[in-house]
């Protein structure tokens, strides 16, 4: 057993508390809240109240789960990382690329291993795929297609600290991009559009893009995003090869089918992320239990953390500008 | 081109007329209907009007197809082959298995080719899945599985001429399954119930039935039926093997789906034999110039009319008297 | 939380372990089992090794999840209940309706709730099925498909005293059948054969069977099983009714489907009943959380028993006799 | 029955040869082919062999289906309609956009109809696609998902005359996004690659593409094109709305199914377009009998091939300079 603590106890927070009480290998002594009153989700898995000091000042405690607010995780991280605790950080690590490079001591070569979870590298789906494009099922990979669409599009006024849709959401599509293809990324091209609430506009955001991405070779990702698809969360990739396709399809929420005169009738998709990468955000779980048994290094941390950010500002960049960024 | 006539106009007489005039090995010479006026049908399709007399007293006529009522059929086709007519006769020969046997020298070893059209026969799905099935891709067959729902029952007083649910409607499974497995059945099992229309159970019919039919190994197979399914033309086989299962799954009208709020919806099934059976038909034809040509012998005739037609009766039987029946 | 027991730690005894573990309402603080050692197994799960007397002695301990060996349920179910204690007994209760009808006092009006755990009741894709049939979607329900069958055969030795294939196995798909249709059944019907292994005849089993029950009504249900799919574990429902139909199909290991020259190939169903029922044995746990807190009387327990018990044993008697057994 | 007759007997052509003389309306009379002797072609079809000039000065023709070469359809296309015969152009017209405007008074607002065959606008797949967008199913349109994806590439030494992947297959997809979304596009974003086959780079095609279209509105199509799937014909398209989606799912060879250990196995894809879209052909000579009885206006002709032809040429150009263009 692993002796952890975590900041934060909010929505992605929740999540993660979860799966650490119930993680047999991890013993979730301590949580830290500066903004609410989280006693009673602490006795709920058997966690105590703590301060941040008061966790990096104990050395029983091996690592930390830092499910904060985005603005809170770089520093709270290098405090962290700082004490000699290993580190579990939500995506993103920093909205913005400059400082984490003027980090890049502390984080790329750290004190102690950082994890920064990006869940999909870590549902079973995709991990499926990849192994069957590695082990050449579909020949030499030569395109993929990204399918991000979320249910709805969250209240308007939630976005300003969001970072804009790119290094929001589509951060995840970048990531997954290079996780599945060989080479990196050359060149960056986006169209982003306001088409499924004005409200998103006045804040400067978009809800609705297209973002495509090449390799000097000329292979090249499709990206699709909307804040809002109308039949629940759309989450698909497609990889096509020289021998073939593989894809990944949505999970549907039972296998029920009904037939009637007017057609069969499927189950709906998943609610939302998190039905559909439950799975994910335990094995993000799993992976921090075998970084902290020394039996695993980070599959994602500062390196990954730059090279997303990099597309997507780089997307925000082509949007803005209407033109092509070379990276 | 082989000169033909067809007997019957009606409406699987029209089916039969259509492919035969397209169908570009065949030229349909004349049109028999001693019961409706048919001159704009035939002209349509570029046929003469004529009495059968007038058919089989023609030497250019090579072939007939008897299209004419059930309980015409059998006479029809005996007259044919008796003037060297080789006979495209739509399934069932007669309804009456006694009957047939009384004229065995005749139809077992006739004077020219007797093709009895059983179309699930010619359909390309079923054709793949025994295709598959020989193949060995399941090892070796064990049980199958056939699912034949109507969609809709027909009016209970045309029912009374129609044989019966067995000798009319599962007759084509009985077909089905002797095609599909290796040994001769040697006991049948029958529920039948009215659930869909207490008029089908006065005019002394039954509506619903699950059939199970045992080879002298073990080997099962069963039979779902229903007049009325409620939700389309639901035609289905499933078999099974030693090394894994093959299906046919149903055809649906159109590839389009439709995802929302509350479930993906597909097209809905084929609405009846007319679409779901095109292809088969159309096979059927083609059969029927190979067999003109010399090129194929009938793939039915007497033999699987009168072992379907068994079937039907051991299963009547059983139905009524809650008894399994031994062949 | 509620503190339990738990007696047994064998194959199924594993499953509801963790679950207990994971559960937040139960405290599993006692591990019985009188065959093993499981002192690694109890320190692993934070339970101490206990007998079960001391169990029953306890007043602490509000439940017991009898999951040892099939002949050992009755005995230590009824001595659970005597002392008061709720019972969560992996089904069967017991292989011999005979004998369950001698305790009918003491377990059809327990001491404490009794529940026998059935799990297809708590798998959220049957639950779906049999909501959306409760809801009306197809009409009324006429006639339900059961599919059944198991990966790969155990070992012959094993089977003489599972209480052969419709105690065993098919017992599920009577409970499901139960469970689906509105009123009793009048009336079984079954073949069953030796396909698989002949070593399964050799110690007087079958391994592949079809059964047909009917209710007074005429609606029928027709369960398949077979011990060895040769493609995993196929577990599906199909329902009809008087406005189409509804169906729950199988579920696949994952998302991914690869399509090359040969066609599209999807992941393979779940290997076995504990990947393919997780859920519903999570949901079972659940369930006697809730029993224990009040909130719930046991969904399955002495009646849902004895009415599997009868329907296997009715079918075991027509397989033997080749008749139809009426109730 | 309305007399027509043909140029060209070709791949295309011999599509086209054979719906016509089995459509009942059509009664082809000539063949033309100034290249080929087809005479045993014609005369299979009940077709006379003619030189143009006869076909031109015969008044009895109506129609002229012209499936000869590229290079000849849009001079053989102005000489039929300049005789006062309805025309029947495969498509394209034309490869050169300023030649046909160069003919605008004789194409836009011909002598008699002008109808030029894009096959994907009869496919009844796509057909009730658009009848469910603009059915509103899925709400307002905001994006679509276009795959075009050929099974394998044609020799490199044909590709020179083809006018390059965007005029010679992306076209098709130019013509289906126009036909889809309601406004007209502003502007073109492409990236093209040679990953397929080096001998293509060498005669100056490309063989992979993604492009963008965009509306003034900011609605988005992207376009998938391969010349080399690796796994069939893959046909397929997404709609996103306001309040879901809509697809066409690929077309498979046949409904069997085959479940394995390793998973279960569906058809292959239809090998190409002949099979994939025969029903569109079918529909394509359908729509021309309509047209020759006065009943309908030719679904596309001269604005339709302008339109995708200068979104061809667009995309050309953007995949060149790397730069997006405007319309």
Redesign the interface.
């Known amino acids: 057993m692993h002796r952890i603590a975590q900041i934060g106890a909010g929505r992605m927070g929740s999540v993660h508390l979860k799966n650490a009480a119930?993680n047999?290998r991890l013993d979730l002594a301590f949580l830290v809240d500066p903004r609410l009153d989280v006693s009673e989700i602490a006795a709920?898995v058997g966690a105590q109240v703590a301060t941040l000091d008061k966790v990096l000042a104990d050395d029983s405690v091996e690592g930390v789960i830092v499910a904060s607010s985005t603005d809170a995780h770089l520093e709270q991280a290098l405090a962290c990382l700082a004490a000699g605790k290993a580190v579990f950080c939500e995506k993103p690590l920093d909205l913005d690329a400059g400082r984490l490079k003027a980090f890049e001591a502390q984080l790329a070569r750290p004190a102690a291993p950082l994890f920064v979870a990006f869940n999909r590298r870590f549902d079973?789906?995709f991990q499926?795929?990849r192994a069957?494009i590695k082990g050449g099922?579909?020949?030499e990979l030569?395109?993929v297609?990204i399918v991000n669409?979320d249910p709805a599009a969250p209240p308007a006024h939630f976005l300003p600290t969001s970072g804009g849709l790119f290094k929001d959401f589509t951060i995840h599509d970048f990531d997954m991009a290079a996780w599945l293809m060989p080479d990196p990324f050359v060149e960056v091209?986006a169209?982003?559009?306001?088409?499924?609430d004005p409200a998103i506009a006045e804040v400067g955001d978009v809800d609705?893009a297209?973002v495509?991405l090449?390799d000097a070779?000329?292979?090249?990702c499709?990206i699709?995003n909307?804040r809002?698809?109308?039949?629940?969360y759309?989450q698909r990739i497609e990889a096509?090869?020289?021998?073939?396709?593989?894809?990944?399809?949505?999970?549907?929420?039972?296998?029920?089918?009904?037939?009637?005169?007017?057609?069969?009738?499927?189950?709906?998709?998943q609610p939302g992320f998190m039905s559909r990468y439950a799975d994910a955000y335990r094995g993000e779980m799993d992976h921090f239990a075998d970084i902290l048994a020394g039996e695993a290094q980070p599959e994602t941390g500062y390196a990954a953390s730059v090279a997303s950010l990099a597309l997507a500002e780089a997307a925000a960049k082509s949007a803005k500008t209407?033109?092509?960024v070379r990276l």
């Not at 999970?251 to 709906?268: L, N, S």
């Open positions: 119930l047999p709920s079973p789906h499926a795929l069957r099922e579909i020949g030569e395109t297609q669409h091209f169209w982003a559009s306001c088409l499924v609705t297209r495509m090449r070779r000329g292979r090249i499709v699709s909307t809002r698809s109308g039949c629940g759309d096509f090869g020289s021998k073939g396709m593989a894809n990944v399809g949505d999970v549907v929420q039972d296998a029920v089918q009904v037939w009637r005169e007017d057609g069969a009738k499927g189950a709906p998709l209407g033109q092509p």
